[in-house]
């Protein structure tokens, strides 16, 4: 992956055809169903956000062209375990977008096929694997072609519902509920993510100091206008309960406008749009677990690269985490655990740019953040708050994730002899306090409460022996002697 081999327009291709995937297909009805017509509205919004995070992306990646995104920038900004839990947080962002597209395309195809959801979204992610490990020329030029017709079919359904639909919805989009239309736009922020992948793939792209910067803000800008046009097509032609029911309401509209082959043409528009989000996320994600391997936060063996310049370990692992997301067939967690991934990282992205501000006033920086520094806290503040409105259960699991990367940490960058060392210690610190809780209790400073055929104080006793003995046994048994190197003496 040494070559610089993308484009402007290569780079806009990568950040459409990720973000332009199953959001417009299948978020549209759900977002319709909860903020109506202000949906619209919210779209507008969540560009905005992007807007003003990708500026801050702009700043850091000119800065420092190298494939690994929010990672590389938190590990100039800071020191320790954060820089590595923010590439684990985007790699596994990007693992769940894979999974996430991969359900939809299985569930869209359904539309036309019984298939199988889990097992068909599983060869989706098989082929891309294969279409990354083939190399990133190849990638390229399947993807700039699918994005080229998806946006074609796209405008050719936009400019056939002009005439036909009724637009005299227009006047109410700015009335209703705003924290409704803020709280939407949080949900539909996954649809302007493009500008990440282009960020991921910085060492791939040619003069990236001048190339990034315009990438992103085209990328976003087109998007947002096909995001609006499509929505204001769709709202024109259906009345807001047939949006808000449908599970594809742009498929629908297509239907009334084109006929059955307008649907079929925009179905292909779908499958086209899923199958390059697809292709982009699994290209950014393969770039963060290479970046890591690199790095040697993880296993080098993940920076290894093939004899076609892919860093094919990195997509086989990538693939196989994927899939197992993918074979659960929820497509709504893997969404909200894109969101949860995407925006603890942007925040930290941001907070880092500030940071670089301070440390490195002197750093090479071909594009600056205008109004500095309200853009970099307003895209803290709304990139935190952003994390109320996602669902309990992506909480969970993405919390989970990161606990996981704390113990991968440990693990691999301090060595598990040091692991045992500190819960030794950890153990005996317990013991002490427990040995402490037992004398107090004996002299009556306190008391708690009894169990029938059991002392409490003997229990407490009995307690503090155990951990003082397994917290002797890590340290003097399983710990090996420390060596430390002279740099560390």
């Not at 282009?198 to 803000?217: C, D, F, G, N």
Request: neutral net charge.
């Amino acid at each position: 992956m040494a070559r610089r081999e993308l484009s402007l327009f290569d780079c806009v291709m990568l950040g459409v055809g990720s973000a332009l995937g199953p959001e417009i297909f299948i978020l549209l009805g759900l977002a319709a169903a909860v903020a109506g017509v202000q949906a619209i509205l919210s779209i507008g919004i969540a560009f905005a956000i992007a807007l003003l995070i990708g500026l801050c992306y702009a700043e850091l990646a000119t800065a420092m062209p190298r494939s690994g995104e929010d990672y590389i920038f938190a590990r100039q900004a800071f020191h320790g375990m954060l820089p590595f839990l923010v590439g684990w947080i985007v790699w596994f962002g990007n693992i769940v977008y894979v999974a996430f597209n991969a359900i939809a395309i299985a569930y869209f195809l359904r539309t036309f096929i019984q298939v199988p959801v889990g097992l068909t979204a599983v060869l989706f992610i098989l082929v891309a694997g294969m279409l990354l490990y083939l190399g990133l020329s190849v990638l390229k030029r399947v993807q700039n072609f699918m994005v080229v017709l998806l946006v074609t079919l796209l405008a050719a359904f936009v400019y056939a519902g002009t005439s036909v639909g009724d637009w005299s919805f227009l006047p109410s989009i700015l009335s209703g509920n705003v924290a409704t239309a803020f709280s939407t736009a949080a949900f539909l922020f996954v649809a302007f993510i493009g500008f990440e992948d282009i960020v991921s793939v910085s060492s791939e792209i040619r003069e990236p100091r001048k190339t990034l910067p315009r990438a992103i803000v085209i990328t976003l800008v087109v998007l947002a206008a096909i995001y609006l046009a499509v929505a204001l097509t769709v709202f024109a032609i259906l009345p807001l309960p047939a949006i808000a029911a449908s599970g594809n309401a742009v498929l629908d509209a297509a239907q009334i406008v084109l006929g059955e082959n307008g649907r079929i043409l925009l179905s292909i528009a779908g499958l086209l749009a899923i199958a390059t989000s697809i292709n982009a996320a699994m290209t950014a994600g393969t770039m963060n677990a290479f970046a890591l391997g690199r790095d040697a936060y993880l296993p080098r063996a993940l920076a290894r690269l093939s004899s076609r310049g892919t860093a094919v370990n990195a997509v086989a692992i990538t693939a196989a985490i994927a899939i197992v997301f993918a074979a659960s067939e929820a497509v709504a967690v893997v969404a909200y655990l894109t969101d949860f991934a995407y925006f603890i990282a942007m925040a930290v992205s941001a907070y880092a740019l500030i940071k670089l501000r301070e440390r490195q006033p002197y750093l090479s920086r071909a594009f600056s953040v205008p109004f500095y520094p309200y853009i970099p806290v307003a895209a803290i503040v709304l990139s935190i708050a952003s994390l109320i409105f996602l669902h309990p259960q992506s909480l969970l699991i993405g919390a989970l994730w990161l606990l996981a990367g704390v113990f991968a940490y440990y693990l691999y960058v301090i060595g598990m002899h040091r692991v045992l060392i500190a819960a030794g210690g950890v153990l005996l610190f317990l013991s002490a306090v427990a040995f402490t809780a037992y004398f107090l209790l004996e002299a009556g400073y306190f008391a708690i409460p009894q169990f029938e055929s059991f002392s409490t104080s003997g229990m407490v006793l009995l307690a503090a022996l155990a951990l003082m003995a397994c917290g002797a046994y890590l340290i003097i048994c399983t710990g090996k002697p420390v060596v430390l190197s002279r740099r560390e003496e």
